[in-house]
């Protein structure tokens, strides 16, 4: 008796830390706009980079012709090509391919592994069908995903800050990439220009304008999380350049580095933060992405057993494995709608070794998820409301115009409590009347084709 005392104990407390009611958010969606604002004012003005894409035509319906994409961000990339048919023939065809990095190449020389690039897609291009057609004497388009921090420089030229997600290559490090591709594309006499340089978040903007017209942000929220949207130019002040034809610009927010003194934090969430590789950057992110909400639950189980003996007298070996509870892993258990919780019970066997659980315990573990996973949802929701809040669309208009956001990852894809939360979240924020015209939209192939979609908007030709 005593020691569930002690676990309820923990997990009231764990609710009233990271308790997020309407009030809160409201301060969550204030201090993201705010943050927008100086953002945009000046260069390093805020803990939000908002990155000027260069991005200043999104697709319009019109493009027309064959189109490339390349998707680089992993240990996976996809080449794409489309026949665009215009207003009335929209995407006529639509092929990709995806290949596999060999392991080698992502901590060799920067030749090779654009070499390697190059000649696959030189390989997708020989294979390039009779239906589609490159009009007479035009050099074949490219829209280049890149997904790691860059410098961009314009449209279509940036340069490689550094590399994440495991790939190491020195020699890469403050080159422009889309050089490094120009040239490993000339080394294997494949005739293509590169017409734009964009990441995920700004290819899922693009796919969502080109199906919807209403469409002006783009969230993603997978491993990690990003958002981008269309700002006017003239609300930028940080940008000296002469003003975009469009009067746009796409801004890449990397909102993952968010951070307020109103986002609620806990304990866990501190350990977390202070053992990652950095320390004090992307805390939003580690709030809300699909890389982290596993390992908080993770932490507090740990500290249940620990205090509580959760597990029973012996604390489970695994459970202080970091990382050993993935999110899709979470998802499950807290999805289970079974009365004895059967599916939690078989998880904490798997990936734990815990043999036996009472149905208490496992119903602890379905509370842990709970809030771990609402306080995401919550404040993503109180994001997403702040983008609303700085162009004005979180207000009553009077020509009742719709406001379509688009979402993209694994996370919102398939954690259905997660997402379920966050638009019931945006809906009680904006009242009933906002928000019968605001739309949140499941991406559907989101970045891939957007970077060809891209590459035809900023066409040499348009
Ligand atoms: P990425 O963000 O790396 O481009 P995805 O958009 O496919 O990739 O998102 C993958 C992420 O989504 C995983 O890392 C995981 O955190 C999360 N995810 C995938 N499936 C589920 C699931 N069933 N439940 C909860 N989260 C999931
Ligand atoms: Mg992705």
């Known amino acids: 008796a005593k020691r569930w005392g002690r676990a309820d104990a923990v997990l009231r407390e764990l609710e009233e830390r990271c308790a997020a009611p309407p009030a809160r958010l409201r301060q969550v969606a204030d201090a993201m706009a705010v943050e927008m604002h100086a953002g945009l004012a000046s260069e390093g003005g805020s803990k939000l980079k908002m990155i000027i894409s260069y991005v200043d035509a999104l697709p319009s319906g019109e493009e027309k012709g064959v189109f490339y994409a390349l998707d680089l961000g992993g240990t996976n990339f996809r080449v794409l090509r489309v ?57 074949r388009e490219l829209g280049f995903t890149f997904s790691f921090p860059v410098k961009q420089t314009s449209i279509a030229s940036g340069t490689l800050i550094n590399w994440t997600k495991g790939f190491s290559i020195d ?24 017409t734009a340089l964009i990441n995920d978040t700004i290819g899922t903007l693009a796919g969502g304008r080109y199906d919807d017209n209403d469409v002006i ?36 927010m990397e909102w993952g580095n968010f951070r307020s003194s109103h986002l609620p934090l806990t304990e ?43 597990f029973g007298d012996e604390v489970p070996p695994k459970l202080k494995i970091p990382f050993i509870i993935r999110t899709p892993y979470m998802s499950m258990m807290h999805c289970d709608r079974s009365p004895d919780l059967k599916t939690v019970g078989a998880k904490l066997k798997d990936i734990l070794g815990v043999q036996s659980t009472s149905l208490k315990t496992r119903r602890l573990v379905v509370d842990v998820c709970d809030i771990v996973a609402k306080r995401a949802a919550r404040l993503a929701a109180a994001g997403i409301h702040g983008i609303l809040k700085k162009l004005g669309r979180d207000v009553p208009n009077t020509d009742k115009q719709r406001t ?31 928000s019968s015209t605001i739309v949140i939209k499941l991406a559907k192939d989101g970045s891939g084709i957007g970077a060809a979609l891209l590459a035809a908007a900023h066409s040499q030709y348009r």
């Open 171 to 194: 020699e890469t490090v403050g080159e422009d990439v889309v050089t490094e591709l120009t040239k490993a594309l000339e080394r294997q006499g494949l005739d293509m220009k590169v």
């Open 83 to 139: 026949q665009l048919g215009g207003k009335e023939g929209r995407v006529i065809k639509q092929e990709h391919d995806e290949i596999s990095i060999p392991p080698h190449l992502i901590t060799g020389g920067s030749n090779e592994l654009f070499d390697f690039i190059a000649s696959s897609l030189a390989k997708f291009v020989a294979s390039e069908g009779e239906d589609f057609h490159l009009a007479e004497g035009r050099q």
């Open 217 to 252: 942000a783009a969230v993603i929220l997978g491993t990690g999380t990003n958002a981008a949207y269309v700002e006017r130019a003239n609300a930028i002040p940080k940008w000296h350049d002469l003003l975009p034809k469009s009067g746009d610009m796409v801004i890449n």
């Open 404 to 434: 379509v956001i688009t979402v993209d990852g694994g996370l919102y894809e398939h954690y259905t409590i997660f997402a379920e939360c966050v638009e019931s979240t945006l809906r009680d924020m904006l009242g009933e009347e906002v």
């Open 268 to 310: 866990f969430d501190q350990a977390l933060d202070a053992e990652s590789l950095d320390p004090g950057e992307q805390v939003y992110e580690k709030l809300i992405s699909g890389m982290y909400l596993g390992e908080i639950v993770r932490r507090v189980l740990l500290k249940m057993a620990e205090e509580a003996s959760l």
